[in-house]
């Protein structure tokens, strides 16, 4: 059931508004027939890269169960990030197929140069995306050791991540200046370069180890 | 009749003004529910302009358009706003058995189960919306 939700969830919000669109005249160069294909492969990626760890973070926090974490001789970072690219994996394997037959539909009739290369660069790149969101959405979730309303800066996340990452919309949609701009941002995770990519993974990894370090410090619970 | 209405209005105005003042004693929070709140709200906002200028919908103006939207987004917030906390807690508190404590109040507990003390930045959104609305309706 959970692997028939994973695959599902990416297609609802898409798949309305292509039937919505469906119904319109395009008045620039966007045709539907080409966002059903954009929407087809980011339904099928965005799983293999988004990260909800900030979720797990709050529930932990709140609930004082990361105190089990914080006596152990174990990192609660790296054990997150093992259990959510274990996550990931199972996604992968739930999904290849589907993102076998989707790739099989979507080059029908072309003969793009395609070659193990470049699909090898697609795999690392898909893999750097994933490091970078765990790393924001960790980020993110070590806030809840300040905030009680933390489902406030889930949705801020969320909507930055969905927006900003090209999920809702593509990027032919956004003004130029505003491409020019999120070239340089972690959000276009699918499109920017591997050096960029790592480069925020750097960043955000650094920016963890000081906001953990405050958090911790910080951090009182007494169980109930 | 009038008098049950009277008596429900009274209970329903109680509810929301302790729930009021609870959201604006705690005002970090309720700068960043509003904040979490508002940022849905212009995304719509935001995608729905990014479509329009690249679609056009026969038989819909522009203006229309948006004041379908801000329609749809007061619509929206109020919804959350009068029921999302009853939705949210009922099912919870079924759950775990602190559902009895309304059984026990001499009020109807569906009223009470779904009116519950409802989010302030929801109500602030559906003002927004409807702040654009009427800056729709003047401008097309």
């Known amino acids: 059931m959970r692997f028939f939700v994973t695959i599902l969830q990416g297609f609802i919000t898409p798949l309305f508004l292509l039937l919505v669109l469906s119904l319109a005249t395009p008045t620039g160069g966007t045709s539907v027939s080409g966002l059903i294909s954009y929407f087809l492969l980011v339904g099928l990626i965005y799983p293999l890269t988004r990260s909800r760890v900030n979720e797990f973070i709050e529930e932990q926090t709140t609930s004082g169960e990361i105190n089990n974490f914080l006596v152990k001789p174990i990192s609660f970072y790296k054990y997150l990030l093992v259990d959510d690219l274990s996550w990931k994996i199972l996604n992968l394997l739930t999904l290849a197929p589907f993102i076998f037959i989707a790739c099989i539909f979507l080059l029908w009739g072309n003969s793009p140069d395609y070659n193990l290369a470049i699909l090898g660069i697609s795999v690392v790149t898909t893999a750097i995306s994933f490091l970078v969101s765990f790393n924001f959405s960790y980020l993110v979730g070590l806030f809840s050791f300040w905030l009680d309303e933390f489902w406030a800066i889930n949705n801020v996340k969320l909507v930055t991540v969905t927006f900003l990452g090209g999920v809702v919309l593509p990027y032919s949609f956004f003004p130029d200046w505003s491409n020019q701009l999120l070239k340089y941002s972690p959000f276009p995770y699918m499109l920017i370069e591997i050096i960029i990519s790592l480069f925020w993974y750097a960043v955000l990894g650094l920016s963890i180890k000081v906001l953990q370090k405050m958090a911790i410090s910080k951090y009182s619970h007494t169980a109930s | ?140």
Request: glycine residues 6%; positive net charge; charged residues 15%.
């Open chain 2, 1 to 140: 009749m009038l008098i049950q209405f009277k008596k429900y209005l009274r209970l329903f105005w109680a509810v929301q003004s302790a729930g009021i003042a609870k959201d604006i004693q705690l005002r970090g929070n309720f700068t960043m529910t509003l904040i979490g709140s508002l940022c849905y709200f212009y995304l719509h906002l935001i995608s729905f302009k990014l479509i329009i200028s690249r679609f056009r919908f026969p038989g819909w103006e522009t203006g229309q358009l948006w004041i379908l939207l801000f329609t749809f987004e007061i619509f929206t917030y109020l919804a959350f706003f009068f029921f999302w906390r009853g939705l949210q807690h009922t099912p919870k508190e079924i759950g775990t058995g602190t559902f009895d404590v309304l059984l026990s109040k001499p009020f109807s507990s569906r009223f009470l189960a779904f009116f519950r003390n409802c989010s302030l930045h929801n109500l602030a959104s559906a003002i927004f919306g409807a702040i654009y609305l009427v800056f729709a309706l003047v401008q097309y």
